[in-house]
């Protein structure tokens, strides 16, 4: 991948500006609410925020929402993700399947899932069903179209030799094409996670009683922007969580490739 | 030259390759009505202009691509499909990144159902011979040009191929490197005798490797002659080049050459430009 530039970079020195633009931001924040400059009503304030958050925290009232809707975003991402490197797979082995549903999936890949969260609400009820369809909606179609492309876009000469050398069609699978084909994979994985949550937060947020769409949904209707805004951050903090753990399964996986920055 | 006695040899008849171009109604000629009889542990080298056809003979000889028209025999047995005896080595080394050397050559071993302690000694040998031992454990990304190419003659050699294809192995080396590779490569050659056919582009390459050479036409290739090297073995390819009916034979050949060479040059550029 990417070689280290020229001039090293101090990691030190970027860590420091990161937290000083934080910080002047929610000094800024703070300070713009406290002197009446914007009123706190509608963007809240950073303290405030914060004592809401750790109110959440301590009284175990976030868990049981953020427990729900991780649980919607994982099975709903694990399945997702499954099932787009099985059809990506199908459709890279028979050309003609994949000319055959290449209009349908450019066509159903198209369309706003999100517009659709009412139906699946409509068809597969309220409860954890309709967020993980949901999920698996938006999930799919990113891994299925890298798995496609990656495994397009495997050495053909690497392809030969395994040929040459003896390898069965479940040979070429385990030790060509899917090793090949993983870099594609990890890079979407860590692009759809963001869309799981997505998919699991609107559908809670259109139809549920519980889990963190829910959670903000309701702090809205009351015209709560702390509410509202403490849900968000605590979104955040997942998918940052989620993203650091997915980012170390791809550089395990990626031991054989030169270290990248 | 007409010795079958032993197995490994090669016989194409009137080999004819064509390809769709795409997007254009019309068929490119890659090889014309080329015939060439190889004896079974003869090292015979191809060399022509780039975009001769060369690479197409060996993919159609590995059965990579099935052939247009004429007759491809090894040992009299027509090709169809890959071939298990065959052996390629690849203009880029094609070893598996995500593999470690050791796994690299023992991979052709594992797809033939060879069990892991069968397995063991002869990659340990391989490693061994290429030079690589204390290497075993490491990624391709940590090696050098020179050490992948070793690799990759490693993992096609585990298998003892009773003829090995190699399409421009050591075109990506620098000269220090590829003079060595090229004495390992005659050395194993001369104690297995296993049938070779190299395509070069390189002229010197293919007298200090070869017993017999075969100039194609640039494109569509066709042969144009064929030249037996009666250079003594065993060869250096460093000091044959100081041999008295080096020069010679590099001056009579590259007459030949030369022309197809100027053709295929010309017809690059006229590519370039419209």
């Known amino acids: 991948m990417a070689t280290s530039g020229a001039k090293k970079v101090s990691w030190a020195e970027i860590r420091f500006w990161r937290i000083l633009l934080l910080v002047s931001f929610l000094a800024l924040w703070e300070v713009a609410t406290r002197w009446g400059w914007v009123d706190k009503f509608f963007v809240s304030q950073p303290t405030v925020l914060a004592g809401q958050l750790w109110e959440w925290i301590r009284s175990g009232f976030i868990f049981r929402h953020l427990l729900v809707t991780m649980k919607e975003t994982i099975i709903g991402f694990l399945l997702g993700t499954l099932l787009g490197v099985a059809i990506g797979f199908l459709f890279a082995h028979g050309q003609k399947l994949a000319h055959i549903f290449d209009p349908l999936m450019v066509a159903l890949n198209a369309m706003p899932r999100v517009v659709l969260a009412p139906l699946f609400i409509l068809w597969f009820g309220l409860g954890l069903l309709s967020k993980v369809v949901m999920v698996i909606s938006l999930v799919f179609f990113v891994v299925f179209f890298s798995t496609f492309t990656g495994l397009r876009e495997v050495d053909r000469d690497l392809v030969n030799n395994a040929r040459i050398l003896g390898a069965t069609p479940r040979h070429m699978i385990r030790h060509v094409l899917l090793p090949s084909a993983l870099t594609w994979i990890f890079a979407s994985l860590r692009t759809s996670v963001g869309f799981a949550l997505i998919g699991a937060v609107v559908g809670e947020y259109l139809g549920s009683h519980e889990g963190m769409g829910y959670v903000i949904s309701y702090a809205e209707s009351m015209f709560n922007a702390t509410g509202v805004l403490a849900g968000l951050i605590v979104l955040m903090a997942a998918v940052i969580a989620i993203d650091v753990a997915l980012k170390r399964l791809d550089t395990r996986f990626s031991y054989w490739k030169p270290t990248r920055w | ?274």
């Open chain 2, 1 to 274: 030259m007409s010795g079958h006695g032993r197995t490994g040899s090669i016989v194409l008849e009137r080999v004819t390759q064509q390809f769709p171009v795409p997007r254009e109604d019309r068929e490119f000629t890659a090889v014309q009505d080329v015939s060439v009889d190889v004896s079974g542990g003869e090292f015979v080298s191809i060399v022509g202009p780039s975009g001769c056809g060369k690479s197409t003979l060996l993919s159609l000889i590995a059965g990579l691509v099935p052939v247009t028209s004429g007759r491809i025999a090894i040992d009299g047995e027509a090709v169809a499909g890959v071939n298990p005896r065959l052996g390629f080595v690849f203009q880029r080394d094609a070893i598996f990144p995500w593999k470690t050397v050791a796994q690299n050559v023992g991979l052709p071993l594992l797809f033939r159902g060879v069990d892991a302690g069968a397995a063991r000694p002869r990659v340990a040998e391989w490693i061994a011979r290429i030079g690589l031992t204390g290497f075993e454990q490491y990624h391709p990304y940590q090696l050098s040009g020179g050490m992948r190419k070793r690799v990759a003659l490693a993992m096609t050699m585990v298998c003892e191929p009773e003829i090995v294809l190699m399409d421009e192995p050591f075109g990506a080396l620098d000269v220090q490197t590829r003079n060595l590779m090229e004495n390992d490569l005659l050395e194993i050659w001369a104690q297995r005798r296993r049938t070779v056919l190299f395509v070069t582009h390189d002229l010197e390459e293919a007298i200090a490797l070869s017993d017999r050479i075969v100039v194609m036409t640039a494109s569509p290739g066709r042969v144009k002659a064929v030249y037996p090297i009666d250079l003594p073995r065993p060869r250096s390819v460093t000091e044959i080049r100081f041999h008295p009916d080096f020069g010679r034979l590099y001056e009579t050949i590259w007459k030949d050459l030369k022309d197809e060479v100027r053709v295929g040059y010309e017809r690059s550029q006229k590519g370039l430009m419209g």
